[in-house]
């Protein structure tokens, strides 16, 4: 495709007048926080991903948001998935993917849950240390496996702790450990960090991975799929790249140096299904500590514990509107609604909402698709997980 | 009663050879990370408590753990209970208990909340704004109203923010408010902070509330109700004083304080279930990032996700044991099971644990009978919430 045609449909996404999710929203009243996810919307970031990533494959990331319509959606349109468990795993099948379309990529799995898929025929798996090989090799024997990379930190918005992958140099003993254990190894994986908002802070990343994917080769292992995994922006407010002119470019960079790689994968999660919802929500209270006080409280019936669990360390930034309009507004701490004193919402950075705002009064907050419902407590305070929506 | 029986009854409880849930997790194999917890010790911490509060009534914070069988042991002892929500008042009366026996002390309530509460006869609320006031006059209409004081921060190990509760001055003014609404005014409460470790740390904080007590009496308000909280420490491995000489010792500091409270209430939630309980959960991974690493990476069956959400910001280090006694030791990074870079939960001050540790291997986590099943999310990455079993 041409250049001209990638910006028709990103000015097309952007002129869809008002979003299926938020008409929803305006015109429904509910009983509780609700998160309305628009699947119209996620399909048309499916194919807008899909078009851009070219012959990679989308896994989609399943944690960012199982919802049952979702992977039907996804399924339909001939996604793949990427799981974290066996219940994300029966999940997918559930809704209607057959066992070749599901990779196993938590690094960290249950000895049970790895008999399980490799009993129902999935046969594609991540590792980043030896004893995830011997349990692989012995709960799933001749499996596939992909060995996954810690890179170094990148400029992503959610960095990405040392929790997952290895060094270089364990990457390539592990190969030679796999094999020893009569698996397949299948190529290198990695993550770029969530919500890189850049393509071209992928460059750095890929460099290391090919410096790693060579000497592999090197040492004889037949390397063919190039799991890249997510890192895919959402815009929180903020404007992000179209999602195929972004992807493009990743791909861009991605072939220039794996012009070898038989198979490439992409897992988005945040990056296909964050926009496409949102959280109806109401205000529980508005108030000050003190008369002087110049900034107030606003007390939402959402916190932390019941699906705004990313705004730990105030680390995503949700937009947040009102009924109010362009009326003036003042600085506001925000929080939920539980008799705990760390489900605080944006406190460093103070909020600018309404000064007319008040209990009662209905508040939307945006591009909340990805990691609200599934972050929800059982019920912490009583409150009752997230309820979700699917139009 | 003496010093000297005081002295008894802290031993009796030190001697306790091997506690009940302990043995009960030794000799159970559980298909997944468990909560057990012994109603027996909940009901001796909450005699021990009793005890050391004298006049003092124990309203239990249900929060803290909001398990049926805890609920009913607690009623058959008479506790009285504190409600966060509606959900919790429903678990209360569910357990047998008389509305007259809960509280409602959330001071962000949910309208329809507060209407329910009133019609089935709970007639004790706490507020700290006006427009919160205002909803319980619309929807609780002459209700008894406790106004709660921000306090100073103290030395708890868990301190509160300021979400809760007002200014002096403020309280004052909400005081008037509240009689001119056609509310009672029944008197102050305050947060010293959960996990406050010592009597003494108590001492500023009654002396802020103290003062306001006092200026609301001089202001014509027949206050008759002290609500002193919680904040009652619970063990994690280091030494806490005895739960009835800890309670008796702050009630002296009470009583000098507020010889004319009628009615002193405390909300014990952390300090009356967390010793009662452990989980057993298992090892899925121990690794290195690379070969001349210094320390291991030992990942779990649970993480912050699914049960441990205190070890936010390393806030609480609990103490947990494995099948190796007193074999070598190492560092090590701690983490969850999920594929979320964020699940780790002790990486800045490294934990030591044996250098035998490997996958399969049984670990018991101590002290966890308090805030541990209700922050478990409802299923993120597909692992199920935290089992929980009383015995």
């Given at each position: 495709m041409n250049a001209n045609v990638t910006g028709q449909l990103a000015r097309q996404d952007a002129i869809v007048p008002v979003s299926r999710h938020l008409s929803y929203i305006a015109q429904t009243a509910f009983e509780r926080p609700t998160l309305v996810v628009d699947s119209q919307a996620v399909a048309r970031q499916y194919a807008a991903l899909a078009q851009g990533l070219g012959r990679a494959r989308i896994h989609y990331a399943v944690k960012a948001n199982p919802a049952p319509q979702i992977l039907r959606r996804l399924t339909r349109m001939g996604a793949n998935f990427d799981a974290a468990s066996r219940a994300e795993i029966e999940l997918c099948l559930a809704a209607g993917a057959k066992p070749a379309q599901i990779t196993f990529g938590n690094t960290i799995k249950r000895p049970a849950d790895i008999a399980f898929a490799h009993e129902i025929g999935i046969t594609h798996f991540a590792a980043d240390a030896t004893a995830e090989l011997e349990k692989l090799a012995q709960h799933a024997p001749g499996a596939h496996v992909c060995i996954r990379l810690l890179v170094e930190a990148t400029g992503a918005d959610w960095p990405l702790s040392r929790k997952f992958g290895c060094s270089a140099a364990m990457a390539l003993s592990l190969m030679d450990e796999a094999r020893d254990l009569g698996?397949?190894?299948?190529g290198l994986s990695f993550h770029?960090?969530?919500?890189?908002?850049?393509?071209?802070?992928w460059a750095d990343t890929l460099d290391q991975v090919a410096a790693v994917w060579k000497a592999a080769k090197d040492a004889g292992h037949g390397l063919s799929l190039l799991n890249i995994g997510g890192g895919f922006p959402a815009s929180y407010g903020t404007e992000v790249m179209a999602p195929n002119q972004y992807a493009r470019e990743v791909m861009e960079l991605v072939n220039a140096r794996f012009?070898?790689?038989a198979e490439i994968m992409a897992e988005p999660g945040r990056g296909l299904v964050a926009e496409a919802g949102a959280i109806a929500a109401e205000v529980l209270l508005v108030s000050r500590k003190d008369a002087d006080d110049l900034h107030r409280w606003v007390y939402l019936d959402i916190g932390k514990f019941s699906g705004l669990a990313e705004t730990m360390d105030e680390a995503i930034r949700y937009r947040i509107t009102t009924d109010h309009g362009e009326a003036q507004t003042g600085p506001c701490i925000l929080a939920g609604p539980s008799c705990d004193s760390a489900d605080v919402l944006y406190e460093k950075q103070l909020y600018q909402l309404p000064l007319a705002l008040k209990a009662g009064d209905r508040v939307v907050i945006h591009a909340c698709g990805a990691y609200t419902s599934t972050y929800s407590t059982v019920g912490f305070n009583g409150f009752p997980p997230l309820d979700v929506v699917v139009i």
């Open positions: 698996l397949e190894v299948s770029v960090g969530s919500q890189t908002r850049e393509p071209q802070m012009p070898d790689a």
